[in-house]
């Protein structure tokens, strides 16, 4: 009798065990690849909570930050297209309303809530319907994310992708930013990409719509973001963002962008003068002379 209670335990698991072994499961398909694909569409992403359920009804399956402290959501939408842009919407209310809470959630020295944040849809097929009804909401933050799979003799992998504009051929690019700016800021647009353009000829710029990043030997140097109408910048390793409205605004970023280029290009401080090194919060501040940024701008 006891052998054959044993084999029931074995046939019928506990309501426990089912959901260890459920989360267990979960972890291993699709939210595995969703933490270790996002770090190749946010560089740098620390996953902070996973399984995140709200009052109302609002739910997100991933939680996590980018260097900058901008708080990001992940929603792995099913096949319904109709429910999934709901549950957006719902999770995109949250991060829009209840910022402070989640402040106080996630931690107040990870989360800098002056940052907008950003919600990725995930869609394990190509669903345009569900792309087009969230494409109104890019200038909110909000991205569709493909999760695409990969089958070989190795085994199997599951890719993040970008959907929406980022999947149609000439869709991404410098030249998407530039075409998504509001008219006002058109001119600023084409300054910026040809200022970044004249720091090093090893710039790799990539973007899309609504954001242009510039490499360096893999090293992120500088990235720029449109939310609604406005640009926001920021400059590695710290990412503190940097308002870009004018031309004046984009001399500023130009000198961060110069000096971040400069240590990762290995100048040390040993090569500037003296008076320089001593300065307080040098360590911030670009780190060629004013002579030299004069010769760069002429």
Not at 10 to 30: C, F, K, L, N
Not at 128 to 133: I, N, V, Y
Not at 195 to 202: S, V
Request: proline share 5%.
């Amino acid at each position: 009798m006891a052998a054959r209670g044993k084999k029931d335990d074995e046939a019928e698991p506990s309501p426990a065990e089912a959901e260890a072994a459920e989360r267990e499961e979960g972890e291993s398909g699709p939210l595995a690849a969703l933490s270790t694909g996002l770090d190749e569409i946010v560089p740098g992403v620390e996953i902070l909570d996973r399984e995140l359920a709200f009052e109302g009804g609002a739910r997100a399956d991933l939680a996590g930050v980018d260097p900058s402290g901008r708080l990001l959501f992940v929603l792995l939408a099913g096949e319904d297209a109709d429910r999934a842009a709901l549950e957006a919407l719902d999770a995109l209310t949250v991060l829009r309303t209840q910022m402070e809470l989640l402040v106080r959630h996630f931690g107040e020295g990870r989360v800098n809530p002056e940052r907008a944040p950003r919600l990725f849809v995930v869609s394990p097929i190509s669903d345009e319907r569900l792309c087009a009804r969230l494409a109104a909401l890019g200038d909110a933050g909000v991205q569709v994310l493909g999760l695409r799979a990969v089958k070989s003799a190795a085994g199997e992998r599951s890719y993040l992708v970008k959907l929406g504009g980022g999947e149609r051929a000439g869709a991404g690019g410098v030249g998407a930013f530039l075409r998504a700016l509001p008219a006002r800021l058109e001119a600023l647009g084409a300054a910026l990409v040809e200022r970044m353009q004249r720091l090093d000829e090893e710039l790799e710029p990539a973007g899309d719509a609504s954001t242009l990043v510039w490499r360096l030997q893999g090293e992120v140097l500088c990235r720029v973001e449109r939310i609604g109408d406005l640009l926001q910048a920021s400059v590695g390793p710290r990412h503190e963002p940097l308002a870009l409205g004018d031309l004046d605004d984009l001399e500023r970023l130009v000198e961060h962008a110069l000096g971040r280029l400069v240590r990762v290009l290995g100048m040390t401080r040993g090569d500037r003068p003296p008076k320089e090194a001593a300065k307080p919060g040098a360590g911030d501040a670009p780190i060629l002379t004013a002579e030299e940024i004069q010769a760069f701008r002429e």
